[in-house]
């Protein structure tokens, strides 16, 4: 991942250094104005792009929020290194709860993702870099097991948010096609654990996406113009 962040919140030059990185290497000017911020339940969950100090306090006033959950992993950057910071100042609880965008959902971390929000401190915030993919996905797994159905998750993964299903992040929506198709009366997490196979996921998507129309288009939108994680 581009970073120029040189690990050191310490001292005003690194606490320079880290802002510097997180408005105009990863692109948190843009943020600014815009959070992606909207509840997924109203007191227990929300989500939003990566947030800046400011906005995490503003959220924590707002709703207030006690848990964080950082769904881009350790990035090591100067947004990452800030937020963590804010957190701990904010009194919050923080999970690293990596999540792929363009890639068939994991299993392991579905579970793990399921056992954070069974134990988490509610109401808590999920966010990853633009808040639309990773962020929907883990918006739309929520629902699912709290016990809401295919069609309120599809929701969360909505162009509202900026997402794009043409584009490689459309194995996300793919996933959610799988679980009404194959799932009958199961519930959603005995499903994961019993009958979901990432690679049958993987190789049906491929299959189906080979010559979808505007998908060369749509992947350039998101991965070049958006420069979407």
Same mark, same amino acid.
């Given at each position: 991942?581009d970073?120029i962040?040189?690990?050191?919140l310490?001292t005003?030059?690194?606490?320079r250094?880290a802002?510097i990185d997180?408005l105009?290497?990863d692109?948190?000017?843009l943020?600014?104005?815009?959070?992606?911020?909207?509840?997924?339940?109203?007191g227990?969950?929300?989500?939003?792009?990566?947030?800046?100090p400011?906005?995490?306090?503003k959220f924590?006033r707002?709703?207030?929020?006690?848990?964080?959950?950082?769904?881009r992993?350790?990035?090591?950057?100067?947004?990452?290194a800030?937020?963590?910071e804010?957190a701990r100042?904010?009194g919050?609880?923080?999970?690293d709860m990596?999540?792929e965008?363009?890639g068939?959902p994991? =299993?392991?971390r579905i $579970? &793990?993702?399921?056992?954070i929000?069974? /134990?988490?401190r *509610? @109401?808590a915030?999920v966010?990853?870099?633009?808040g639309a993919?990773?962020?929907?996905?883990?918006?739309?797994l929520?629902?699912?097991?709290?016990?809401?159905?295919v069609?309120e998750?599809r929701?969360q993964?909505?162009?509202?948010?900026?997402h794009i299903r043409?584009s490689?992040?459309g194995?996300?929506d793919a996933f959610l096609d799988?679980?009404e198709?194959?799932?009958?009366?199961m519930?959603?997490l005995d499903?994961?654990?019993d009958?979901? =196979?990432?690679?049958a $996921? &993987?190789e049906?998507?491929?299959?189906? /996406?080979r010559? *979808? @129309?505007?998908r060369?288009?749509?992947?350039?939108?998101?991965?070049r113009l958006?420069a979407r994680?």
């Amino acid at each position: 991942m581009d970073t120029i962040y040189r690990g050191d919140l310490s001292t005003p030059a690194g606490r320079r250094n880290a802002w510097i990185d997180a408005l105009f290497v990863d692109h948190a000017v843009l943020r600014l104005g815009w959070t992606n911020f909207a509840p997924v339940k109203p007191g227990a969950l929300y989500r939003s792009n990566h947030p800046v100090p400011f906005q995490l306090a503003k959220f924590r006033r707002l709703v207030g929020i006690n848990t964080l959950i950082n769904l881009r992993g350790e990035c090591r950057n100067g947004s990452d290194a800030l937020s963590r910071e804010a957190a701990r100042r904010l009194g919050l609880d923080f999970y690293d709860m990596a999540l792929e965008s363009r890639g068939a959902p994991h =299993r392991d971390r579905i $579970l &793990r993702l399921a056992e954070i929000i069974r /134990t988490m401190r *509610r @109401p808590a915030l999920v966010h990853c870099k633009s808040g639309a993919d990773r962020a929907g996905i883990a918006s739309a797994l929520f629902v699912l097991i709290e016990g809401g159905s295919v069609a309120e998750a599809r929701r969360q993964l909505s162009l509202r948010f900026g997402h794009i299903r043409q584009s490689n992040t459309g194995i996300l929506d793919a996933f959610l096609d799988m679980y009404e198709e194959e799932g009958g009366g199961m519930a959603f997490l005995d499903w994961v654990r019993d009958a979901y =196979r990432e690679q049958a $996921l &993987r190789e049906r998507y491929a299959r189906e /996406t080979r010559n *979808r @129309p505007g998908r060369r288009i749509a992947r350039f939108v998101n991965d070049r113009l958006l420069a979407r994680e």
